[in-house]
């Protein structure tokens, strides 16, 4: 009993020793005396601000790129772009005798289409390029048909996801042509179902497709379908727009004023569109959807665009002119205004 209790004592002894070393150690023997404070290093995000640029009084088509970093119009027949940003302005360079009948930015890089047009005595021949802006790099992709003297290209239409362009030339009667090129430079002019009068044309994003307008017989075709997108209630539909979910938004309209939109997929027939009321008639050219599929309306008079649905209203300055991917520009006192959505 007694060598039990002798052992007891020295264990217990042995753990009291090293509890006491243990603690020692701990707040005397690797403790610092040094006060550390910490600090959050918070990244500065500060944009530099756009240069001041000068939009001339006669410029025409002025447009900007996918994410407002570029500038485009025409001024006397030369098509300028100009780096918002660093205000530097470039003229795009054609060759003798050539003048352009349309450009028309990408959706999603700062790259544009260019139909160049070169007249003869009874005819035009039509070309098209791209030019890369952040390169200044044009190149030339395929020379369309000839046509009448007086047709020009009235809409291009491309879809990086499938790299196909739609090119609409429209002769001097108004009768107009849509052709197909693909990333291998090959062309085919587009079955129209004997419809020659066609109005607003939109690319499918995620597939070689295309909507159109059918001016004769007010109809909307997709060159995919042998048949219309036909809804019961609509009597003279309008192609609003086509977002990246392939979502087609047409308008039910009278006098080009557009009362309600219906949207549904493109493969879905017309009966499964949905509809929204715009509870007032809008013009049809003062509806834009975007690739969400966000639908603004433009009201001029006022200078605001308002976001259907989500009721918010962003005021700008001067003349609309377009909506690009982050806001909306403008023009006044003869400056371009960016005015930010959100």
Same mark, same amino acid.
């Given at each position: ?38 600090? /959050? ?13 000068? *939009? ?10 996918? %994410? ?9 027949? &030369? ?54 802006? %952040? ?37 001097? !009667? /108004? ?15 587009? %079955? ?8 607003? &044309?939109?690319? *499918? ?74 509870? !007032? ?15 603004? *309306? ?5 200078? &605001? ?15 609309? *002119?377009? &909506? ?13 205004? /960016?005015?930010?959505?959100?």
């Amino acid at each position: 009993m007694k060598l039990f209790m002798r052992i007891f004592l020295w264990i217990m002894i042995s753990l009291a020793v090293q509890f006491a070393g243990l603690f020692y150690a701990n707040n005397y023997l690797f403790t610092s005396n040094t006060s550390i404070q910490t600090k /959050k290093i918070v990244k500065s995000d500060v944009k530099k601000p756009d240069a001041e640029i000068k *939009v001339p009084e006669n410029a025409k088509h002025v447009s900007v790129s996918y %994410d407002a970093r570029y500038l485009a119009y025409y001024d006397e027949d &030369i098509l300028k772009v100009v780096n918002v940003k660093t205000g530097e302005e470039k003229n795009v360079e054609f060759d003798e005798g050539v003048k352009v009948s349309l450009y028309k930015w990408l959706p999603d890089r700062n790259r544009m289409l260019i139909a160049e047009k070169e007249t003869s005595n009874r005819s035009s021949n039509f070309k098209l390029a791209y030019y890369d802006v %952040d390169k200044s790099v044009k190149e030339d992709i395929k020379e369309l048909d000839w046509a009448d003297k007086k047709a020009e290209v009235e809409d291009i239409q491309a879809s990086p996801l499938t790299n196909i362009i739609y090119v609409k030339v429209a002769n001097s !009667g /108004k009768r107009s042509s849509i052709y197909w090129i693909n990333i291998m430079k090959e062309m085919k002019k587009v %079955d129209t179902k004997g419809s020659y009068m066609i109005g607003k &044309i939109k690319v *499918v994003p995620h597939e070689d497709n295309l909507l159109y307008e059918d001016l004769t017989y007010h109809k909307i075709y997709a060159t995919g379908s042998d048949e219309p997108i036909t809804i019961e209630s609509i009597k003279t539909p309008s192609l609003l727009g086509v977002d990246d979910n392939d979502v087609a938004y047409i308008g039910d309209t009278e006098n080009d004023l557009v009362s309600k939109i219906y949207y549904g997929n493109v493969k879905d027939e017309g009966s499964k569109f949905q509809v929204v009321d715009l509870r !007032g008639s809008v013009n049809k050219s003062d509806i834009f959807i975007n690739e969400q599929g966000k639908i603004y *309306v433009n009201d001029n008079l006022k200078g &605001i665009v308002r976001e259907f649905g989500s009721g918010k209203e962003y005021t700008y300055q001067g003349t609309f *002119v377009q &909506i690009y991917s982050g806001g909306i520009i403008s023009i006044s006192d003869g400056k371009m205004v /960016k005015t930010q959505l959100n």
